[in-house]
């Protein structure tokens, strides 16, 4: 893709580094990322796999080696409270679309409420003001900040939304992800969520034991296990009940 525009063309280990037998290298995910690299396409990648696959160091580390804080924010957010990230975005080298865009967001669940402190201390010096983001419920500031800050042609980064989404949120994430990709913006999310991940046109990468593959929602494991769970939820519950 040498005259590719989106703004992450591929993530890549850096000149001179070697996978090592230390964490994170010694996740599958990540060892493949640092061995083989990965192609990012245009529009919506989505990241899905168990707890401790790697999705959400992967989405980090990518985020970081961007430019945007390891917190959460725009390019031009620097919120540091407690240092928790992986040292992976030091090991990576994105190759960037010709002439892309530069604007970028990161979305980070776990880091959200320290976010929104960090808007109330400081506030815009242009447009009109933030919504008062702690006075709303979890969910409601969520979709507040996406629908008022994922706006700008650029490249996003969201680690687990859904987290404080209902079902009927969940699905209007979905149609801010498709105003995104449609206005020629670039995703890449890590999600539990199969409502979520049925995102049409969407990129499906899986994280696993095996490393990184490409599937489509259909084949994903978390959509056969919803379906099998929601047909019969009692062959799951008489193993933890």
Known sequence: MP?????????AAAEGVRVSGAWPHTIPA????????????????????????????????????FGLSPEGG?????????????????????T?????KRAGFFLRAETMHGFYTY????????????AAFHELSHG????????????RQGFYCLDEPESALSFSSSLAVVGVLNRLAE????????THSPVIAALPNATILEVGDWGIRRTIWEDLRLVQNWKA??????RYLRHVL
């Open 3 to 11: 005259f590719a525009t989106q703004p992450v063309r591929r993530v």
């Open 30 to 65: 990540v060892h493949q990322l640092l061995t083989d690299g990965l192609d990012l396409e245009p529009g919506v990648t989505f990241l899905v796999g168990e707890n401790g696959a790697g999705k959400s160091t992967i989405v980090e580390a990518v985020a970081m080696a």
């Open 74 to 94: 725009s390019t031009g957010a620097r919120l540091t409270t407690r240092a928790t990230e992986s040292p992976l975005a030091a090991d990576l080298q994105l």
């Open 96 to 100: 960037r679309g010709v002439g892309a």
């Open 119 to 130: 808007l109330e201390q400081n506030p815009r010096t242009s447009g009109p003001p933030d």
């Open 140 to 151: 409601e500031s969520f979709l507040t900040l996406i629908s008022d800050r994922f706006t």
């Open 183 to 190: 206005s020629g913006s670039q995703v890449l999310c890590a």
């Open 229 to 234: 769970y929601l047909q019969a939820p009692e």
